[in-house]
């Protein structure tokens, strides 16, 4: 199993934890899922998502429908994970719209008051011994433990989080009717429908390319530069020898050194970073690429950007 495969897993791990928790999108991506009916792979195709991606997404807070920034929230979203604006927006306001009209979105609500009421039942009864009260608050506790277990598993819980590769399909399989009778308008059929951005995987070895003494050197054209395709691409870079693990930044500049794609990324053994960008606009306008710690001087590599073959890695 190699870094990136750890990586989702952990990912994975750590979103299944906050499925249950309705301040995170773990929580909104399950509630969606479960009301739709999708697999895993279907949630992966409807948003058009890698596995890694949906992993991340489920990690972050969900936005409320009401509020005031939702749009630029849901807009924050969309690029941290590379998933489409509207797609991702529509999919986060029909969720929220399940969660507040869940029967049980009070429960932990009531179970506190039902504890209350223990408490002030206990108080009636201080003249017998205090034995007899504890031995009554445990034994309420436990029933209506058992009563909110039982209310929990009466549904079934589905993953949120693709753990495999999705099966190559054209277009999803997105139900229209069962999200029909939700208060929130679905989204038109074909936008669920269209077929998610392909994307390149490169693989680049710094050690083979000479680095940039200044931003001047970027454009002289005598220095091997450091190929990548204008499209959503996962990188894996090859760092150069006596590198150590921490968190690096990777940035591409133009001409001017001002920053274009910016992504931080750890690297656990010091010898290879997996980051992913979105270079479509960038064709033409890329000069440099710069990789380094966060907290040390980054490397400068001359760096051109170019329509090329991209291969599916969803």
Request: proline share 7%; aromatic share 2%; glycine share 8%.
């Given at each position: 199993?190699?870094?990136?495969?750890?990586?989702?897993?952990?990912?994975?791990?750590?979103?299944?934890?906050?499925?249950?928790n309705p301040q995170f999108m773990a929580h909104a991506l399950d509630v969606y899922q479960r009301r739709a009916g999708l697999s895993d792979a279907e949630m992966a195709r409807a948003l058009g998502a890698t596995p890694e991606m949906l992993a991340r997404l489920a990690l972050c807070h969900r936005p409320a429908s009401g509020a005031p920034d939702f749009a630029e929230q849901a807009r924050e979203l969309a690029d941290y994970t590379l998933i489409d604006e509207a797609r991702l927006a529509s999919v986060i306001r029909?969720?929220?719209?399940?969660?507040?009209?869940?029967?049980?979105?009070?429960?932990?609500?009531?179970?506190?008051g039902a504890m209350a009421a223990i408490r002030r039942r206990v108080r009636a009864f201080e003249p017998r011994p205090l034995l007899i009260a504890a031995g009554a608050i445990c034994a309420m506790t436990i029933v209506l433990?058992?009563?909110?277990?039982?209310?929990?598993?009466?549904?079934?819980?589905a993953p949120i989080i693709a753990r495999r590769a999705p099966e190559p399909v054209g277009v999803s399989p997105f139900p229209a009717t069962p999200?029909?009778?939700?208060?929130a308008a679905p989204q038109p059929r074909a936008t669920m429908q269209a077929s998610?951005?392909?994307?390149?995987?490169?693989?680049v070895k710094l050690p083979d390319y000479s680095t940039l003494r200044d931003m001047a050197?970027?454009?002289?054209?005598d220095r091997k530069p450091i190929k990548l395709p204008a499209s959503r691409a996962r990188i894996v870079i090859e760092l150069p020898e006596r590198s150590v693990k921490g968190l690096y930044r990777v940035s591409i500049a133009d001409a001017d050194g001002a920053p274009l794609k910016t992504a931080k990324e750890r690297s656990s053994d010091g010898k290879t970073l997996t980051i992913i960008l979105n270079l479509r606009e960038l064709s033409g306008k890329a000069s440099s690429l710069s990789v380094g710690r966060v907290d040390e001087?980054?490397?400068f590599y001359?760096?051109?950007?170019?329509?090329?073959?991209?291969t599916s890695k969803r």
């Open positions: 199993m190699n870094g990136a495969e750890q990586s989702i897993q952990l990912l994975a791990a750590l979103a299944e934890r906050l499925r249950d029909q969720a929220n719209s399940l969660i507040e009209s869940s029967p049980h979105a009070g429960r932990l609500g009531s179970f506190a433990t058992g009563l909110l277990v039982w209310q929990t598993k009466r549904e079934p819980q999200l029909a009778s939700t208060p998610p951005e392909m994307m390149a995987e490169v693989h050197e970027a454009g002289r054209g001087t980054p490397h001359p760096v051109v950007i170019g329509n090329s073959k991209v």
